[in-house]
């Protein structure tokens, strides 16, 4: 079945640095996610990446689809406590008319002192 | 704008008893809807999911079972729970089959 993996499994950084967090797999997805999951609650969609080679940002964050679409990298830039959570990769591949499935990367634990 | 809604947020049930979790979405008709499992905060995993009334596809071979008795409506039931269905369990939405999903906050299920 398809897998992705994430790295790194977890960061440890100070608060201002950038960050970056990369997934990659051996199959090709239609779209690739970013979300963000915060302790006790459901994953939140941070940035959508729907054509080979896109680039995006949204405020802080910038994530691009690899040309392959096999790949993803996720960048933070300047961060702050409130970054602090699970970071997801996923891979989007949709069957059309009858059903789409996440693939889920195993998350990235970033973590940021003061 | 879309809301999604899940409950009860916490769970405690002991083996063997039934299982009922509710998932409602509010603000879209026709949704596509989804129900993952998480275990340890990790990864996601597919179990069911619905592109309308009645229609429900499986993903994984397992002790549960979905429904989708309303529009806006998805159940994930089991008759007879086992220790191994304990986790975190979380229902997504989406407009169409391309977009997107978003995800509820999930009922976090501990079996006894």
């Known amino acids: 079945g398809q897998q992705l993996n994430q790295s790194p499994q977890s960061m440890f950084i100070q608060e201002g640095e950038d960050v970056s967090m990369n997934c990659t797999s051996s199959s090709i997805f239609n779209t690739w996610l970013w979300y963000k999951q915060d302790p006790g609650e459901g994953p939140v969609l941070l940035i959508a990446?729907?054509?080979?080679?896109e680039l995006t940002s949204n405020g802080r964050l910038t994530a691009q689809f690899g040309i392959t679409r096999k790949d993803s990298f996720l960048n933070i830039s300047a961060s702050i406590p409130s970054d602090v959570g699970i970071y997801f990769c996923?891979?989007?591949?949709?069957?059309?008319?009858?059903?789409?499935?996440?693939?889920f990367g195993e998350g990235t634990q970033l973590t940021v002192n003061p | 704008s879309q809301t999604i809604h899940q409950w009860p947020a916490t769970l405690v049930q002991p083996v063997g008893s039934p299982l009922s979790l509710e998932c409602t979405v509010e603000?879209?008709?026709?949704?596509?809807l989804y129900w993952y499992r998480q275990a340890a905060g990790r990864g996601l995993q597919l179990l069911f999911y619905s592109v309308g009334i009645g229609q429900i596809s499986s993903e994984v071979p397992q002790n549960l079972s979905a429904s989708r008795p309303q529009d806006r409506q998805f159940i994930l039931s089991s008759k007879k729970l086992l220790l191994s269905d304990s986790g975190f369990y979380l229902c997504a939405w989406s407009l169409e089959l391309r977009q997107p999903q978003h995800f509820g906050d999930g009922t976090r299920l501990s079996i006894l």
């Open positions: 990446l729907y054509k080979a080679g």
């Open positions: 603000g879209t008709s026709n949704p596509n």
């Open positions: 996923a891979g989007h591949t949709v069957w059309e008319t009858s059903g789409s499935r996440l693939t």
